[in-house]
């Protein structure tokens, strides 16, 4: 079942979905839903175990691999883009996107697993009606109350958050960007850009949100996808530098000591 940029699918086949170059082009996320059987996979370099009632959550640009599988395994997947939810405001935790990545796979309780069966069935029973101007709306509203109750599975400190104001709404709308940008786009300017803003004011407030600058948030993006690729492949580090979009890998390689304080070959030696 697909309407737009919203996509739902049952299948057995995990990696056909993930892999797909449509999905790295379109800078999707994907929530998939484990509803029998398991299965061994890697995930920027780490392994988890996808079992019955298991939630994983991977972003643009997650590294996955499968290894094993029962024979009954099943799941179920919900694509979307970052674009589908740039309107949707939430009470703000900035670091949530980091914790989906730091912990992809998130062992759901029963009654959550059963909420999570019963939003699936609705998606797809949304998508079996009559097209309808309506569709895509209520399928997007829908979406985001399976959000808002993933934030809630996720334990964070909610007395910590608050109710989001128009300056979070812009912030959220630059992590979007930042998710689906920043392997090609590394420039203040262009996030600025995208959102209609001076790049004066926008580090302003990323600063004052998150306590951290742009250049040292796109930074650790960067060095996380490149510990990814040089601990879960065996791709020379040309390759990664061109992945990465650096000009070559002699930059990558300056660029990541500075970083990390050892060259790639001696971070992947060390954590191979």
């Excluded at 959000?147 to 809630?152: F, K, S």
Aim: include cysteine; charge should be positive; proline fraction near 3%.
């Amino acid at each position: 079942m697909r309407v737009k940029d919203i996509d739902v699918q049952v299948t057995n086949d995990l990696m056909t979905t993930l892999v797909s170059k449509d999905i790295n082009d379109r800078g999707q996320i994907v929530l998939s839903f484990c509803t029998k059987g398991s299965i061994a996979i890697e995930v920027n370099g780490q392994n988890y175990s996808f079992t019955t009632g298991t939630m994983l959550t991977l972003l643009p640009q997650s590294f996955v691999r499968a290894k094993h599988k029962t024979a009954d395994f099943t799941c179920v997947h919900l694509l979307f883009s970052f674009r589908t939810i740039d309107e949707m405001i939430l009470p703000t935790n900035y670091n949530f996107l980091t914790r989906l990545v730091e912990q992809p796979v998130l062992v759901l309780a029963p009654e959550d697993y059963l909420l999570c069966e019963q939003y699936i069935a609705l998606f797809l029973k949304q998508g079996k009606l009559s097209p309808s101007v309506f569709q895509y709306d209520a399928l997007r509203y829908l979406l985001y109350s399976l959000i808002a109750h993933i934030n809630r599975v996720y334990k964070q400190e909610e007395q910590l958050m608050q109710p989001s104001t128009r300056r979070d709404q812009i912030v959220f709308q630059f992590y979007n960007l930042l998710h689906q940008y920043y392997l090609v786009e590394k420039s203040v300017g262009f996030y600025a850009d995208q959102l209609k803003l001076t790049p004066k004011y926008l580090t302003t407030l990323i600063r004052q949100r998150t306590g951290k600058s742009i250049s040292k948030v796109i930074i650790e993006l960067v060095i996380v996808k490149a510990k990814t690729y040089l601990t879960a492949t065996s791709w020379p580090i040309y390759q990664i530098a061109e992945q990465l979009h650096f000009a070559d890998a002699t930059t990558f390689c300056r660029y990541f000591k500075t970083q990390v304080g050892q060259t790639p070959l001696q971070y992947r030696s060390n954590h191979q």
